[in-house]
């Protein structure tokens, strides 16, 4: 499965930004669907996840209550809606594709992954 993010961009702290991934040459519906991101000189990290129906969503503890992850199968995309974005949001944010059933936290556990797109939250 190839895997197209997008959205990202420059927005004021308590902002908002909608990431969008596209997926494509797969069967989407039988994807767990994730999204890490990863700023300079830092680690990797598990932002959201979701099943593939959608209705079972993890959470990075730093973006709960804050970010939600949705997907529409029948769009091949999963979003990520973030809300009230602080600097510590500045990150390039990367959609992944799992195709197995269980939810992952680990990004090592998903085999595809989207080009990522910068997201830079100004205080």
């Known amino acids: 499965v190839q895997l197209q993010a997008s959205g990202g961009g420059l927005v004021q702290a308590g902002g908002s930004l909608r990431l969008s991934c596209a997926a494509s040459?797969?069967?989407?519906?039988?994807?767990?669907m994730g999204w890490f991101r990863q700023a300079p000189g830092k680690e990797r990290e598990f932002v959201a996840a979701?099943?593939?129906?959608?209705?079972?969503?993890y959470y990075g503890d730093s973006v709960k209550g804050r970010f939600t992850i949705a997907r529409d199968n029948a769009k091949n995309t999963v979003y990520l809606h973030m809300n009230n974005l602080k600097s510590e949001d500045t990150a390039v944010y990367y959609c992944?594709?799992?195709?197995?059933?269980?939810?992952?936290?680990?990004?090592?556990?998903?085999?595809?992954w989207g080009q990522g797109t910068q997201v830079t939250v100004s205080s």
């Open positions: 992944a594709a799992d195709p197995r059933y269980a939810i992952s936290t680990a990004g090592e556990d998903y085999p595809y």
């Open positions: 979701c099943s593939w129906s959608g209705t079972t969503t």
């Open positions: 040459g797969g069967t989407f519906s039988g994807y767990v």
